[in-house]
């Protein structure tokens, strides 16, 4: 093995390094040779340089020891340290991308893997950023990535959201603090020419859902004049897109009356509230009242959370999408519009749109799909880690049979 490595060498067995070598960047446990180097010899979050059974390198990244994932790849040679530096190189390239997809700094800045930097997230708004290190490595350079964000972008403000449920898989506790800056002021998205005022540290996520931003761009020819009822609706993204491109009236369902009295704060700001109602309820019961009470809306839209968060959640999840969809058409008029979509990652593409194809069976109707819904560029796909390729969605439109 090459003296000029700096970290403790992490040992792969043989034929391991194929994937890595292919373009992937997690180590797991059963692939490290561990005679050669134990795992216990790791504390969580420690650098490592990974080399294949041969000695050779192959790159520099973090370990832990207590995760399925025991490695994460971060750089490749053993040319750069994991420091201050790389992460001001690795900001500056995906600040490059987003600069030519966006006229304002709205947007996810990192996607983890996808823009080089494993389990981390940073999405801006303005000049306030908020994190999420889902990563015993990311966490231990997070005094780092806060110089580094301080260095490229001078926010405002920094905030950490660390309360995501994969940090449980690296035995990380949740949290959420202010990482840099003086507490006060709003936090704001902008979206398709509005405004929305987002909790950084109260929210779901980073507080905001940008992944979903090009989707509702299609709205801008399908809901004029229209009445639109958005599920899920979170801080009524999805509704307020629809209110502001012409339709005539939209009704928002959340569970949260917390997401409820944003929403009709986020219409009010925008001067859409004479458009806007927005209702706190469990999703699928508030369908059924409303089947029951033969409401129909021109245009549906299901924005659900994961139902398949694990492969053992798989049988109960997709039938959870089959039987939300099937709702959702069932209070569709005659010839409407249904824009469902999955955030789940262990369902495919095809088995979202196999639900709906259900549904619309067994009502005795038609789907056809019209437009397939991704997630937006700045949530790039690593070409070789499917599980960055998440958001999957369909406009569809159901007619009688």
Known sequence: MSESIEYPALYLKRGEDQRLRAGHLWVFSNEVDVARSPLTNFGPGDPCAIVDHRGKPIGVGYVNPNSLIAARLVSRGLEHALDRSLIVHRLNVALAL????????????????????????LDRFGDVLVGQTGTAGMERLKDEITEAVVKVLKPRQLWWKNDGSIRALEQLTSYADLGFGEYGGETLA?????????????????????????????????????????????????????????????????????????????????????????????????????????????????????????????????????????????????????????????????????????????????????????????????PAIPETDYLKGFICRVLPA
């Open 98 to 121: 987003r600069e030519r997809l966006y006229a304002e700094p709205y947007y996810r800045l990192v996607h983890g893997e996808s823009d080089g930097l494993p389990g981390l997230v």
């Open 190 to 382: 902008r979206e398709g020419g509005l405004e929305f005022r987002i909790d950084p540290v109260g929210g779901q996520k980073t507080g905001w859902f940008y992944d979903q931003r090009e989707n509702r761009d299609q709205l801008a020819r399908l809901v004029a004049g229209r009445r639109v009822l958005d599920v899920f609706s979170y801080l009524g993204g999805w509704g307020l897109r629809a209110a502001a491109a012409g339709a005539s009236e939209v009704v928002c369902v959340d569970a949260s009356a917390t997401a409820v009295e944003a929403t009709l704060q986020n219409a009010a700001r925008n001067g859409l509230a004479d458009r806007i109602t927005a209702v706190r309820a469990d999703a699928f019961e508030h369908l059924k009242a409303l089947r029951e009470a033969r409401e129909r809306f021109d245009v549906v839209i299901l924005d659900p959370p994961a139902f398949i968060k694990r492969r053992k959640d798989m049988k109960e999840g997709r039938l959870a999408y089959r039987r939300i969809n099937e709702l959702g058409m069932q209070v569709l008029e005659r010839d409407g519009i249904l824009v469902t979509c999955s955030c789940s990652h262990h369902l495919a593409r095809a088995a979202l749109l196999e639900a709906v194809q259900q549904g619309a069976r067994h009502l005795d109707r038609q789907a056809q799909a019209l437009v397939a819904l991704q997630q937006g560029p700045d949530h790039p796909v690593h």
